[in-house]
């Protein structure tokens, strides 16, 4: 038989020497020996543990499996919850959301009052973790610490003692509320550690409530997940960890993973890019300070993993054309972050005023996730910022896990192990004790204050506002080749202010501190420092206007970042 079918190759005839059953047998046979093999193989260097893990690697990747999985897995979770966390708070009927009107500092305080009750008193010497200090008179140093940089006590009053003399013009009664109620909630919780969220249950409810509030406010549904953080560095580190990890699970054939984003995006982008090796594919502004939509689009290739907007971006204070944007993440399949730390407690009010803002927020059906920093507009403590999500898919991205520890099991939802009880408390705390009506107030204030810089920086020969910016930010161009802006500013610091230099501009934010009467003082000294500038052209090459020049003749830029590198060596040095 053997001869025959050795014959009947050598003539050409595959199929009568090899039946189409003995060609199955064979292959049937080959691949159990490759099979039992590797099963072998793995057996002996991995041992049985390590077998029955690859085994169920495999299983996970039939279809429907991992889906599955992750169901069976939520289920346990929340039925061991129910077991061990009697403490877990009941979510009511409606979404947990910034109160219309603030609630008073009495509300607050009873409020706290309650929380401490089921907490573990640290002090008692009944927790084996967490928790170093001890309650003595260096533990209230330390309050008194916070309280001489965080309220200006070192000069005897806060900035809503500050407001009731007139040197700020929101309502010192929503200042002196706040101060007052973001102090007590901060002392309360100083020393509390939200590494272990089953040790300290009422900084966990405080979070996901914050969470929820803000989501609430960028009109999310009530799916909507998140992280407070120390920042709005790290929310925008998580939230592209986040997505890199997504890319790797869902297209592990990505092998060199980028963004897309315009050029006017946070520097943190690159920062986060730079740590998880990502590559930030930049898309420039036309003439109206706007990024190009269709050269956005051209820029998605098939390693686009994430796609990226600002509400509103720092450099000139206008909203990215985020519609738009979205539309590309809907029709590309691609998730949309919207950075929104900068606005995020602002553009919500400054909208509802009737302000004309571009939708921005969960509206659009494209964006994915935002993060908003509780510590600027929000006007909490630093740190103090929020990174939301559209639902727990996306989310589950985002935290780190590791099982093998012989100190136990390991997750943490953001970069920081430890994070600070105190931070949390008051943040819950200042959204509550705000509420949408003291928002508002400082929204419609600022706004004011705002639109009168601006006409009056409009109105000098020179001098320009970039674009048109949305919200209580904005930067200033030069006009005149006879007006080097960077002089302008090295002019207006000699007149006692601190001025926020840009490659090209010079930027403004206006804060609860700035005045009516300060934003004429502002005009004034920007049209002396002109008219200065314009008669004495030397200006132009002394001091930062002469660095900025110089930088801007560089074309390396690896050189101008080795000039920042030694700069922060050398101004962080003894």
């Known amino acids: 038989h053997a001869t025959k079918i050795f014959t009947d190759i050598s003539a050409g005839k595959m199929a009568e020497a090899l039946p189409l059953s003995f060609l199955y047998r ?18 002996v260097r991995e041992g049985g543990a390590g077998l029955l893990r690859r085994c169920i690697e495999v299983v996970k990747l039939l279809p429907g499996v991992e889906t599955l999985l992750l169901l069976v897995l939520r289920r346990e979770v929340r039925g061991y919850l129910k077991q061990i966390d009697q403490k877990r708070p009941t979510p009511g009927p409606g979404a947990v959301v910034i109160p219309e009107k603030g609630l008073s500092q009495e509300e607050l305080l009873e409020e706290l009052k309650q929380k401490k009750k089921v907490e573990v008193d640290p002090h008692t010497g009944k927790i084996f973790a967490y928790v170093y200090t001890s309650e003595d008179e260096r533990f209230h140093c330390l309050e008194k610490v916070f309280d001489m940089f965080e309220f200006d006590k070192e000069e005897g009053e806060s900035i809503a003692e500050k407001a009731v003399k007139g040197r700020a013009e929101i309502d010192p009664e929503i200042l002196a509320k706040k101060d007052a109620v973001v102090r007590m909630f901060y002392h309360a919780f100083m020393h509390e550690n939200a590494l272990n969220p089953m040790v300290f249950p009422s900084l966990r409810q405080f979070e996901t409530e914050i969470v929820a509030m803000v989501g609430s406010m960028l009109h999310g549904g009530r799916g909507i997940v998140g992280t407070l953080t120390s920042g709005g560095t790290e929310s925008i580190l998580m939230a592209v960890k986040t997505y890199r990890d997504r890319a790797r699970h869902l297209f592990p054939s990505i092998k060199d993973p980028e963004i897309v984003a315009p050029i006017t995006i946070h520097p943190a982008f690159e920062k986060a890019a730079g740590y998880f090796d990502i590559k930030i594919v930049h898309v420039a502004l036309g003439k109206d300070y ?82 908003a920093d509780v510590h600027k507009y929000g006007l909490g403590i630093k740190g103090s910022s929020v990174v939301v999500y559209r639902d727990a898919d996306i989310r589950r991205y985002q935290i780190f896990t590791y099982a093998e520890w012989p100190g136990g099991l390991y997750g943490s939802p953001s970069m920081a192990g430890t994070r600070p009880g105190g931070n949390i408390a008051s943040s819950w705390a200042v959204l509550k004790v705000m509420g949408e009506e003291g928002y508002m107030e400082v929204a419609r204030r600022l706004m004011e204050i705002t639109q009168s810089m601006k006409e009056g920086i409009g109105a000098i020969e020179g001098l320009c506002i970039c674009g048109s910016p949305h919200m209580t930010a904005f930067s200033i161009a030069s006009t005149d080749p006879k007006v080097d802006i960077f002089a302008v500013a090295d002019v207006m610091e000699t ?78 040095s003894l």
């Not at 993440?329 to 602002?346: I, K, Q």
Request: charged residues 20%; glycine residues 6%; aromatic residues 10%.
């Open 495 to 572: 007149k006692g202010w601190k001025i926020e230099r840009q490659l090209e501009t010079l930027h403004c934010t206006i804060l609860p501190s700035h005045t009516a009467e300060s934003a004429s003082q502002l005009v004034a000294d920007l049209q002396a420092a002109v008219t200065a500038i314009k008669s004495d052209p030397s200006l132009a090459k002394k001091g930062s206007a002469g660095v900025y020049g110089m930088v801007a003749m560089i074309p390396d830029k690896a050189i101008v970042k080795d000039f920042v590198v030694e700069f922060f060596n050398e101004v962080y």
């Open 26 to 43: 064979f292959l049937r046979d080959a691949i159990f020996a490759l099979f039992l093999a590797v099963v072998v193989c793995v057996a």
């Open 290 to 371: 706007k990024v190009n939509v269709d050269a956005y689009k051209k820029a998605i290739t098939p390693n686009t993993i994430l796609l990226l907007a600002s509400a509103p971006e720092y450099c000139y204070g206008m909203v990215d054309p985020i519609q738009q944007i979205s539309e590309l993440a809907v029709t590309r399949g691609l998730p949309l972050h919207v950075d929104a730390c900068f606005g995020g407690f602002m553009l919500p009010w400054v909208e509802k005023l009737g302000y004309d803002v571009p939708v921005f927020d969960f509206r659009l059906p494209g964006v994915t996730s935002m993060s």
